[in-house]
Every structure is written in structure tokens, then in C-alpha cells.
């Protein structure tokens, strides 16, 4: 999709979509691990999704492609400030509403981040991000204390798509808070069957407080990583 984009913007290079769109592809590559170059990746989504905005500001696409770069880049407020934008353009963004509530839920308010998760799978419950909305609500619950539901949705998530590692991090610490030890064990045994070099620096790519991370890596100890 990336080359598409680039070569709608050689024909016309204030084509403010094609601008939005290359944004989002480059930082989903980042987002997804697939860039071998992170920092200038996001360094060219965050040029193309101001591009955007630019010739357009009133086109909740831009928005969106600059809360998904704020996002890579761990800047909540910011990621927050274009969800709310784009959604407030245009309320039928599911993505927005996904990052509107992931930008809420790591910047320390899961509470209210958590029925920003659901509003998107309300508007588009057949979503090819429903893993994402699925895992990030699942993340608000475990943040916010509701470990049974944290669990739930995690396992709804992994339904979707069974190699999602971040859906199983979270299964094993929900489980593990919940003191179900041997289901818990039993999902990182899976990580580590997906992905036989899983550490807790996998947790580097998310924002948590220092509590919370403790908390990730004291359970995925506990289950047995590292042991």
C-alpha cells in the first residue's frame, strides 16, 4: 500500500489522503516490528501526517495518521489530541476511537479509555484491527484492576489471531493476579512456543508507568520466564 501511496503523491504531491495514508503505513510498520529503520520511519510518517493535515485539516484522515505516528511515538497526549480531532470530524472512525482510548489507557486514565475500545468495535465489529481493539480494551481492564475481564477479552483477542503476543503477555499477568497459576504457566509455555526468544524487553514498545511494568515483568516471572 506504501508504493501506492508514493506513487499517487509523484502525480500529485498535495494529494492530502495519499499523505495520511503513507503516514499510517509507515508507522504500522514501525508499530508491527517490520521497519528496520524505526526512528526514521516515524521520523517520515510524522512529515507526511502534518502534510496532510496541511492541505486538509478538516480531513479526519490526517488526524488519525498523526495520532497513529504520536502513538509509535509514546506520545499520549498527543496521540489523544488526533484521535478526539479525527473523531470529532468524522465519528464513524473506528481506528480513532481505538486511539483515543489506547493513547487514554497508557497514559494513565484506563477507566475512561476502556468504552473508547468498545465504541469501536460497536462501529465496525468485523474490524481487521479488532485484535488491536480487543487487546487494547483488555490492557484498560488489566490496568484498571478487572482482571476476569482482562482475561476475556485477551482470550476474544487471541481468537482473532493466535500468534498475538501482547494478547497472551496479558492473559498471563491477568491469570497470574487472579492467582490461577497454571493456566498461567500454560499460556507463557505458548509465548515461548511462538516465539522461543520472548523476554520482558518485549514490554519496551508499550508505555507503562514503572508499577505497571513491575507488575508485567513480576508475573511473567512468577509463571516462569527467565526461570
Known sequence: AAGHYRDALEIDPDYAEAHAGL??????????LWSDDPE????????????AIELDERDAMGHEAMSLTAYAQKRMEATIKEADRAISLNPSRAVAYMLAGAGRIHG??????????TKAMEISPQDPFNTWFLGGRAIGHLLAGHYADAVA??????ETRYGYLMGRVILVVALVQLGRMEEAVAELNTILEIDEGFSSDYLRRYTFTEAQRDMFVSSLEKAGLGA
Open 23 to 32: 503516514a499510517t503505513c509507515l508507522a504500522v510498520r514501525v508499530w508491527l
Open 108 to 117: 494513565g486514565d484506563p477507566e475512561s479509555g476502556i468504552p473508547l475500545m
Open 40 to 51: 526514521a520511519d516515524l521520523a517520515r510518517a510524522e512529515t507526511h501526517a502534518k502534510r
Open 153 to 158: 477479552d485477551a482470550r476474544r483477542a487471541l
